[in-house]
């Protein structure tokens, strides 16, 4: 296995299927802690808009290098908002739709994709520490974390989730469509042999089914915490990394 870099910088982990509130617990428990944020499925959809754009299939291994290559994707906060530039793009909503979801999770599976985007996330472990969330932060990408939650939730509570975030977003969903998708894309992410989501065993285990986002983060905090005894000391410069 390859050694992470950055040893000495602190990362905390949360993974889990989609739905269970990762991208915004991440966020604020990122900005507690005063601590950049990965969000990795981003670099996940992002990439497989691109490697769309450029009619690249999964299985062509030398148009995944080439367009990894010709692919500058980067995160930039627009009035408190995160958005995905690609090579100078704005496709922030192209790539969270649940299409955008879908084509990520075909591309994920693909073992170059992984491996070009490993780097990526590891080079985002720079002080004062990370949060990075995803599907396998805690068991691939960063297997050594100092904390690792695994954050989930029904199927039906996580359906309905993304079916107010996307129809709040303008998204024309249809809620049963919608459930029948995710188990799709879940089962698609947990039983791919490359990477798959899985609980890490040293993992905590967070059911946010019946809990409001707010519960949610302290409940993350305190296990942080009890990892860590980390003081949530606010660094000068918190935010995205790339
Ligand atoms: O977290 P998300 O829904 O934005 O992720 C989109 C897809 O990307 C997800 O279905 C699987 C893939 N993904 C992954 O395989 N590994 C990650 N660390 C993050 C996302």
């Known amino acids: 296995m390859i050694k992470n870099s950055g040893l000495n910088v602190p990362v905390v982990t949360i993974d889990g299927p989609s739905g ?16 950049h944020v990965l969000d990795s499925g981003a ?15 999964p299985d062509d291994l030398q148009g995944i290098v080439d367009c990894d290559a010709d692919s500058a994707i980067i995160f930039e ?8 530039i690609l090579a100078g793009e704005d496709v922030t909503d192209a790539v969270r739709s649940e299409e955008g979801g879908r084509a990520a999770s075909v591309y994920a599976a693909v073992p ?11 080079a985002a472990r720079k002080p004062p520490g990370l ?12 297997s050594d974390a100092d904390a690792k939650i ?8 996580r359906a309905e989730r993304r079916y107010k975030q996307l129809k709040e977003k303008g998204f024309d969903v249809n809620l049963a469509r919608l459930e029948k998708e995710i188990a799709e894309r879940d089962h698609k992410d947990a039983t791919r042999t490359e990477s798959p989501l899985i609980l890490a065993e040293d993992a905590f285990r967070v059911d946010t089914s019946h809990k409001s986002i707010d519960e949610v983060v302290e409940q993350v905090m305190g296990c942080i915490r009890s990892c860590l005894r980390v003081r ?11």
């Open 150 to 157: 695994f954050l989930d939730a029904s199927p039906k509570v």
């Open 77 to 84: 906060s627009i009035a408190g908002e995160v958005r995905i």
């Open 112 to 122: 170059a994709v992984r491996s070009i985007l490993l780097a990526r996330q590891r």
């Open 20 to 35: 269970t509130g990762k991208g915004t617990v991440a966020a604020r428990v990122a900005g507690r802690l005063g601590w």
């Open 43 to 57: 670099l996940y959809r992002a990439f497989a808009y691109a490697a769309r754009i450029k009619g690249v299939n």
């Open 131 to 142: 949060v990075a969330d995803g599907r396998d932060m805690g068991t691939v990408v960063f």
């Open 232 to 242: 949530p000391v606010k660094s000068t410069k918190p935010g995205i990394v790339t």
